[in-house]
């Protein structure tokens, strides 16, 4: 009795080789902590403006400004960005303007967040669709983006600034923006 090969034999080995090969090449990127941007360098997209109730409404014309802002994607359900809330507190303290994109969430939970713990946004707008974080590239909360004084992106940050992330990774990126 003759054995017949089969080809699905050779279907786990190589599907593991496959992936073994794009997490190897995945590892070797210059940051692999990092998430890049199709944005860095280009002007910010728009933003749908609407205006969260009580609190200063971001424009598109304040990204015109000339001077270093942040804009940070948050939302009064997403813990980790009630994790960074005192560093944005510190940053908008230390007279970095900060605008806010409360990102798919209930503008009645958003102006509770911010009653109870303080806005550091020199204006908000709401996303309650996502739109304006598809345009963006955000893909998760809360997302941090530096924007230079001609109004390009110049950073994206993923995740909270917190820690070692903040401190090590994010904070040299806005201080190398504020000397320009």
């Known amino acids: 009795m003759t054995r017949k090969f089969s080809p699905f034999l050779i279907l786990p080995p190589l599907v593991f080789f496959v992936l073994a090969g794009l997490f190897f090449f995945g590892m070797q990127r210059e940051n692999p902590d990092e998430l890049s941007s199709t944005l860095i360098g280009l002007k910010t997209p728009a933003i749908k403006e609407v205006t969260l109730e009580g609190y200063p409404l971001f424009t598109n014309d304040m990204l015109l400004e000339d001077e270093i802002k942040l804009v940070n994607f948050w939302a009064s359900w997403c813990p980790p960005c009630r994790l960074e809330h005192d560093t944005l507190v510190e940053l908008a303290d230390r ?79 806005l201080e190398k923006a504020l000397k320009q």
Do not use: C, H, Q
Request: glycine content about 16%; hydrophobic content about 35%.
């Open 95 to 173: 007279g970095i303007k900060i605008y806010g994109v409360n990102f798919k969430d209930r503008p009645e939970n958003g102006i509770e967040f911010l009653t109870e713990e303080g806005s550091p946004f020199a204006g908000v707008t709401v996303d309650r669709e996502g739109r304006a974080g598809l345009d963006w590239g955000v893909t998760g909360l809360p997302e941090t983006f530096i924007i230079g004084r001609d109004g390009t992106v110049i950073y994206r940050f993923a995740g909270p600034l917190i820690k070692e992330n903040y401190t090590m990774r994010f904070l040299p990126e």
